[in-house]
């Protein structure tokens, strides 16, 4: 299994920018689709972006689009979310996730198909 390990979380202002980070460590990270979830206070953790293993495939959830980029560098064993536009409802916990599965179609957005995951950063949009 990968260990992982994310940053960059903070307090920011809505319509300000974060860049989360996430290192992992421990197997091969290019047989992993990654992913980032989140989990607003009060709520169920959520699905916001994933990458296929090589890079070429993303997808994210409605409403980010347009706001948030992932990404990843596998020589360099990272996966980042690039945050833009920040709103105050895009508070969260932000989990970094991998997902061994080779039917990244089918399974980007479903939870129980990540079995590798990071301790959370915390975001916070102030308005």
């Known amino acids: 299994q990968v260990q992982l390990v994310e940053s960059g979380g903070g307090l920011v202002q809505a319509g300000g920018s974060l860049n989360l980070s996430c290192a992992a460590s421990g197997d091969t990270f290019s047989r992993y689709a990654m992913g980032w979830f989140r989990q607003p206070p009060g709520k169920e953790r959520e699905f916001v972006a994933a990458?296929?293993?090589?890079?070429?495939?993303?997808n994210y959830a409605d409403s980010v689009k347009g706001r948030l980029t992932i990404a990843r560098e596998n020589a360099k064993n990272t996966v980042n979310l690039q945050m833009n536009t920040l709103k105050p409802e895009d508070t969260a916990i932000y989990y970094c996730?991998?997902?061994?599965?080779?039917?990244?179609?089918?399974?980007?957005?479903?939870?129980?198909?990540?079995?590798?995951w990071g301790q959370g950063t915390q975001v916070t949009v102030s308005s």
């Open positions: 990458i296929s293993r090589g890079g070429g495939i993303t």
């Open positions: 996730a991998a997902n061994p599965s080779t039917y990244y179609s089918r399974t980007y957005y479903n939870t129980p198909s990540y079995t590798s």
